[in-house]
């Protein structure tokens, strides 16, 4: 087992597994013997709501990854147009298009999977897929399907997504000037003079109220807007710290258990150390002891050694007297 085969299998699988199974995956390694790859799979970082969701989107089949990789591919396409400064606006409506197709394919696949995505978390899967064409490092991890995090667009040019809200067109007014009146009264011209005035006032009144109509619509339109901005900011700001809050809560979890693991092997490796401790203590009185032995079977040797030339001096002494005392008459 390497890192990435551990990375691999970790961001696969579902994200309550995450913790329980990478402090398997650390165990096994440092049971190896290989506590740097302990370390690093045990750095792995659990990975957020809408990350799961784009990674679960890269290894689903067949039809998701391969307009993923379409998207992919298209950003390479999309950084040689803006270098080039042709061709990028039909580039980019494609970009739009396979995002929105591809959010929504996110969305269902995490929705069968039993965990919806809200707003907030859909949206970070449009941000990070707009952010794999712009940045090919992104674009290696959600090709890989090995995000932890979802990624931002930068603005790599216009995204052509999730466009504002167009104002609502404003109310026609009328022609101040328009209408006239032809009737008369009486004596023709001082009645065609106060008909003239009455429609110039009767128009100038309406003008006013068709403008002052238009104006509180459009106010109201803009409240509107501001509401629904507000509103909107406020769930993305609940939710971002409902995340974080989430984070550091499996944070705090995954640090009091790396706690405990290192504790255990603190233990263990304690009892081993005490034990290879008193093993040395015992080695080092045997090998005082063989030592003492030694000297004195040398001491022995050299004695002995001694003994035996002075015993063969004396039997070849014997020997000779006895054979002396043999030849004599």
Not at 52 to 70: D, F, I, K, M, T
Not at 113 to 128: I, N
Not at 140 to 149: K, P, Q, S, T
Not at 262 to 283: F, M
């Amino acid at each position: 087992m390497d890192l990435s085969a551990a990375a691999g299998e970790l961001y696969g699988i579902e994200p309550e597994r995450f913790v329980e199974r990478r402090k398997a995956l650390a165990t096994e390694a440092r049971k190896a013997g290989d506590a740097e790859l302990a370390r690093r799979i045990g750095a792995l970082r659990r990975p957020t709501v809408s990350a799961w969701a784009v990674n679960r989107l890269a290894r689903s089949g067949p039809g998701e990854p391969a307009q993923l990789a379409e998207l992919l591919d298209l950003g390479a396409e999309l950084r040689a147009a803006w270098e080039s400064g042709t061709g990028v606006a039909a580039l980019d409506q494609r970009r739009a298009d396979l995002v929105t197709r591809l959010v929504r394919a996110t969305g269902a696949l995490a929705a069968a999977a039993g965990r919806p995505l809200r707003e907030p978390a859909l949206r970070e899967v449009a941000d990070t897929l707009l952010a794999a064409t712009t940045d090919p490092d992104v674009a290696a991890e959600v090709r890989a399907g090995r995000l932890a995090a979802p990624r931002a667009h930068a603005g790599f040019g216009p995204a052509g997504f999730l466009a504002p809200d167009a104002p609502p067109p404003a109310a026609g007014g009328g022609n101040a000037g328009g209408a006239t009146a032809t009737g008369t009264t009486g004596d023709g011209t001082t009645g065609g003079r106060t008909t003239r005035s009455g429609t110039t006032r009767s128009g100038t009144t309406g003008d006013r109220t068709a403008t002052a109509r238009r104006r509180a619509a459009e106010k109201e339109a803009a409240r509107r807007r501001a509401e629904e901005a507000a509103r909107r900011r406020a769930e993305e700001e609940a939710e971002r710290r409902r995340r974080r809050a989430e984070e550091a809560a499996t944070a705090a979890r995954e640090a009091e258990s790396a706690l405990v693991e290192w504790e255990a092997e603190l233990a263990t490796a304690q009892g081993e150390h005490d034990a290879a401790v008193a093993e040395s203590e015992r080695l080092r009185r045997d090998l005082a002891a063989a030592v003492s032995r030694e000297e004195s079977a040398a001491t022995r040797l050299r004695v002995a050694g001694r003994e035996r030339e002075r015993a063969a001096r004396r039997a070849a002494e014997a020997r000779r007297r006895a054979a002396d005392r043999h030849r004599a008459p």
